[in-house]
């Protein structure tokens, strides 16, 4: 199966304001937009991905970006409507769609490559974070109408909605976000691409 990858990317001077204990405003937003540089590298570098949208208001990272990715414009309507613009860009092409959240600065294109093989079997699927209560990356094959619940608890939201879990590794990069300050611990661990590991 071929993929287009949706990444939504708030604009990164309102991003990750649960790490505003540990990080000044001006290191938050460079570390926002770093962890979209990683991610999205990722998944242009993974096999079976023909396209990646990039769904953001944020100004430096459009620059930064322009040229390997499509830039789709901030819809409003906060997250979910952010997925759905990119989703309606690419499934116009009647393509199989992968949403995949912009806050993975560890993940590896081989752990996103065998996550895909799996969803391939589902007509839709998601990637559970870490903790196993949010939803790190959410898919649907081709004509599958994609319906987004991210947010608090929506990795319970997707499996509700019948998308099926799947049995990525539990130390899968996929897998790994960064929302709150231990989280960044573990993503050091883990190794972060080149962007983010220039910030921390
Ligand atoms: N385009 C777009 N992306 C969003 C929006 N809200 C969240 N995202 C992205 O979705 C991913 C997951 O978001 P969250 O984990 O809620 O991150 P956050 O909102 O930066 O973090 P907190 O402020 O700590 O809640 C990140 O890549 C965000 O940049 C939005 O309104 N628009
Ligand atoms: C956006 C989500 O949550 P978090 O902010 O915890 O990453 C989600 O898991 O859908």
Same mark, same amino acid.
């Given at each position: 199966m071929?993929?287009?990858?949706v990444?939504?990317?708030?604009?990164?001077?309102?991003?990750?304001?649960?790490?505003?204990?540990?990080?000044?405003?001006?290191?938050?937003?460079?570390? =926002? #937009? /770093?962890?979209?540089r990683?991610?999205? @590298? !990722?998944?242009? $570098?993974?096999?079976d991905v023909d396209?990646?949208v990039?769904?953001?208001a944020?100004?430096?990272?459009?620059?930064?970006l322009?040229?390997?990715?499509?830039?789709?414009?901030?819809?409003?309507?906060?997250?979910?409507g952010? =997925? #759905? /613009?990119?989703?309606?860009?690419?499934? @116009? !092409?009647?393509v $199989?769609v992968a949403?995949?959240?912009g806050?993975?600065?560890?993940?590896?294109?081989?752990?996103?490559?065998?996550a895909?093989?799996?969803?391939d079997?589902?007509?839709?699927?998601?990637?559970a974070?870490a903790?196993?209560?949010?939803?790190t990356?959410?898919?649907?094959l081709?004509?599958?109408?994609v319906?987004?619940a991210?947010?608090?608890?929506?990795a319970?939201a997707?499996e509700?909605?019948?998308?099926?879990r799947l049995?990525?590794?539990a130390?899968?990069?996929?897998?790994?976000?960064?929302?709150?300050?231990e989280?960044?611990a573990?993503?050091?661990?883990l190794?972060?691409g080149?962007?983010t590991?220039?910030?921390l």
């Amino acid at each position: 199966m071929r993929w287009v990858v949706v990444v939504p990317v708030k604009p990164a001077a309102d991003g990750k304001t649960r790490l505003a204990g540990v990080l000044s405003a001006s290191a938050r937003e460079r570390l =926002v #937009r /770093a962890m979209a540089r990683d991610t999205v @590298a !990722a998944a242009v $570098a993974t096999p079976d991905v023909d396209r990646v949208v990039v769904v953001t208001a944020d100004a430096p990272l459009r620059t930064l970006l322009a040229g390997t990715v499509e830039l789709v414009d901030e819809p409003g309507g906060g997250l979910n409507g952010a =997925v #759905r /613009a990119g989703i309606d860009r690419a499934s @116009a !092409a009647d393509v $199989a769609v992968a949403v995949l959240l912009g806050d993975l600065p560890a993940l590896r294109p081989d752990d996103l490559a065998d996550a895909l093989r799996l969803a391939d079997a589902h007509d839709r699927a998601f990637v559970a974070d870490a903790d196993g209560t949010g939803t790190t990356l959410l898919t649907a094959l081709p004509g599958v109408p994609v319906d987004p619940a991210f947010g608090p608890g929506s990795a319970a939201a997707h499996e509700r909605a019948g998308h099926v879990r799947l049995a990525v590794g539990a130390t899968s990069t996929v897998r790994r976000d960064v929302d709150v300050p231990e989280d960044l611990a573990e993503v050091a661990r883990l190794g972060v691409g080149p962007a983010t590991g220039a910030v921390l």
